[in-house]
């Protein structure tokens, strides 16, 4: 009977344990009686024994749980619990609302916000994460396939989106196309370079030779070896110099290894490789700009000083990405991002072989154009462009350069700013900040010297946790960078190596930070710099002298001779334009002080402007050296420090520094011709008043050093003169032009009075002279109209001389401008944008001839003698324009007539004298 109850019993566990791919237990139909009693098989036939028939047996079962009945295709456990299988091979197998992916049951997605963090798979498609539900998920002219919910590649791509990642869309064959796989032999790595697992070729972590390096670097001997400038000519390869940290090619080659990258001796001469032109060897300019149509990868080539111009259609709300990679390591690119105003919006930072560039969103969309020209000695370089498109709602975060090439998101795979024993440093990398991407940079510190860290946010929300760890990897100091300005920097005086780690608090954006290791004396010296105080908030005064040590460079003077330094913080309480001059002292040796603004005072890389002179109000072209004057938009509440320097500062090198926090007002409307203002005359005459505080220098057609400038429309109804007058306390001149981009002036000065002009619309543009050109400007405009113009304003109608000599009175007053010469010219160097008169000389082969011209009232008279009127150079005989008389003087080779131009430069005229006669 206990064998009949153990059978028994094994039987009951059997049938709860077999699942038989059925619902989860024995049906109703497997089982008989009621109570503890059920059927037994007691031996063939049914039998118990002898018996042979079949018995009704209660028993007593031990403690068991009853089979349970499940739901769609769940298991039932040795708990009588019905659970998902695992692992799973389909939906059925997993809860409701659940699904099996990867043999793992997972919550189903509800909508595609759960599909977020999947950069491809971001479509909620019947509970899973997918490509795409239908060809409206997919970008361009992809299309869905609905059996594996991924988008397909169209046969014919315009932007890489279309494509599988991670392959790109290649802009010259307009097909998708894998990505570059250095693993195999015709892709293999350049001389530099070595090959990821994921194909990538990025420059090496550490540097074996100077061939590792890029131009005119050379490998350091400290570990890690990295590149770096030289110190002395030993290090260079052989018949190179070493010329301010950089390897420089001799002036006569004698062999190949004395030149620099790729480049060559031919016949004693350092030259570049013969350059093969590429599909947009065209594209030279902005105007010629080659036009992508969206994302995409292509090669191309860079020749000697040939520039590289691209263009792209920016969609709102979109950021764009531009990457340019180098193939080998023979030379250095430059890639700059402009707008369609020709106005700069980002540039590349100093990286050995990617070059990229991050813009938008842009909150309508616009062109923009990408310039990718040459740094350093010219050669021929061959590159690859990748420009990806991404839509900002996206949450996409896209790769700085340091991403894109070696990657420095571990401690690992930190980039190294400086060796021990290598020159100190004053590194400045700029960087983007992602979720989830950390950025990590060491730097090795010697005896007696500092290390300063200062980082600010530039662009986006990024809030950074910034944590300085030593070579153990202890924290040893910690903070935060976030927009607003720089940092308090992050400062440590002990030997050793240190790490930096930048990791996102929150927010995404772009960063700079500025790594140094300073002598001590430096940073205490800037400690020590006294706040200058502005009694009323916005006028203060300090006189001092220059000290012993020499320990800065200014980037614009004070470095010929040994000076020494002076530094003063000066506190700007908002929005301001900072005006500072530094004069030197009566009794003192200063006679040509240097003024410097930085927003750090260790950091020449924060240099903000820098000045050795101030342009003569009166005569622009001259300077005068004491005071060196700034004029500086300050856009923000912040601290910034003044260096006062010198040229050859003597024993006494005494000092006065000015200082003033001007209310700084907006930038002008018209800053470019395409947006000028009208100016309205009255009577003839009218006031324009601009301020050019934020105002850039954006027309490039001045007679002085361009500046900030404004932009006005002129227009006249008949033939006339203008005359601008010029009223600011600083150099400020103006040009008059019928086209800014021609860049021809009528009329140019500090003031100036033209020629006589045709009737039509002109442009007059104001501007400071030079960079510190920035304040306001009051012009008063006054034209008149003219009276009938001169006979013999042409060729044609030149008045003939008679061939014995003699003189006679003339007028320019009311010439037009007939010839014009440019600056630069190789008849008389100076233009003749002014009205002209014209006169004929009968010549006979062999005499000698004398023209002179005498000025009435000191206007700048140009000379010149033509042979034909046509091509003013080609036909030039001779001219001159250089003192007040112009006298020429020349031998006639055939019997003919010449033409004799009296002329005038940027738009003056008045009465002359002309004599003339033969020897």
Known sequence: MNELRTMGFIALLLGACDDGGSSGGPTPGDMAGSGDGFLVDQGPGGSTGDLGQRADVSVDPPDVVAPCQCDRELTCDAAGECVEASPCERDLQCELGRICEARTCKAACADDAACSANPVENRCVNGRCAQCGDDADCFGGATCALETLTCEEPEVCVDSRECSPPRRCGVRASRCEDPPNCGLPEQACGAGFECQPDGRCTPLRECLENDNCGPGLVCGAARPRLCQPCLEDGECASGQTCVQGTCTEPAICMGDEMCVGNRTCVAGECT??????????????????????????????????????????????????????LQALDGDLRLTAYDDADLELASSGDS???????????????????????????????YGVDVSLVLAEAGACPDDGVDRSVGDDTIEAATQLRAQGAPAI??????????????????????????????????????????????????????????????????????????????????????????????????????????????????????GSLSEDDLFVSSCGGNAAPSGDAAHRVNVDGPRLLVARAFGEPGGTLGDPVLSLRRLCTSSDSEIACSDDRPDRQFPSLSEPSPAELRVPIGAAQEVVLLVDGNGPGVRPNYRLEVELLPLAASPVNERCRTARDIA??????????????????????????????????????????????????????????DCAGRVNVACGAGFESGLLDAGDYFLVVEGVGAQGRGRVTAQVAVSAAGLPSQNETCATAIRLDAAGGSLDGDTTLAVNDYDLSDGNVCTDFNSHSGDL???????????????ARPEGGWDLSLYILRACENLVASCVIGQDGALTERVEFDAVEDTDYFVVVDGASGEAGRFTLSFGSR
């Open 272 to 325: 570049p490789p013969v350059c093969a032109p590429d599909a947009d060897e065209v594209n030279d300019t902005r105007e010629t700009a080659t036009r992508l149509d969206g994302g995409g990868v292509f090669g191309a080539t860079s020749c000697d000083q040939d520039q590289d111009w691209y263009a792209l259609a920016v969609p709102p709300g979109h950021v764009v990405s531009v990457a340019v990679t």
């Open 426 to 543: 004053e590194a400045t990398i700029e960087g983007r900040i992602c979720p989830m991407d950390d950025d990590w940079s060491c730097v090795s510190v010697g005896m007696g010297e500092e290390l300063n860290i200062v980082g600010e946010v530039y662009e986006g929300d990024a809030v950074i946790r910034v944590v300085l760890t030593s070579a153990n990897g202890s924290t040893v100091a910690e903070t935060q960078w976030q927009s607003g300005g720089p940092s308090a920097p992050l400062v440590r005086s002990q030997r050793g190596s240190y790490c930096v780690q930048l990791s996102t608090v929150s927010g995404q954006g772009a960063y700079r930070m500025i790594v140094q290791t300073l002598a001590r004396a430096v940073t205490e010296f800037c400690r020590a710099a006294p706040l200058l105080e502005l009694p009323d908030g916005a006028h203060g005064e300090v006189v």
């Open 838 to 852: 014209v006169y004929a000389l009968a010549v006979r082969d062999g005499g000698r001839y004398f023209i002179e």
């Open 681 to 738: 005359l009255v009577d003839g005459v009218a006031e324009l008043r601009v301020n050019l505080d934020r105002a850039t220098d954006d027309e490039h057609g001045g007679c002085f050093t361009d500046g900030p400038d404004a932009a006005y429309r002129l227009h006249l109804e008949g033939r006339s003169r203008v005359v601008v007058q010029l009223d600011a306390d600083f150099a400020a001149s103006a040009y008059l032009t019928r």
């Open 352 to 382: 050995p072989a990617v070059d990229v560039v991050v813009l938008g969103p842009f909150p309508t969309g616009r062109d923009v154009f990408f310039r990718i020209a040459q740094a350093g000695v010219p050669t021929s370089l061959s």
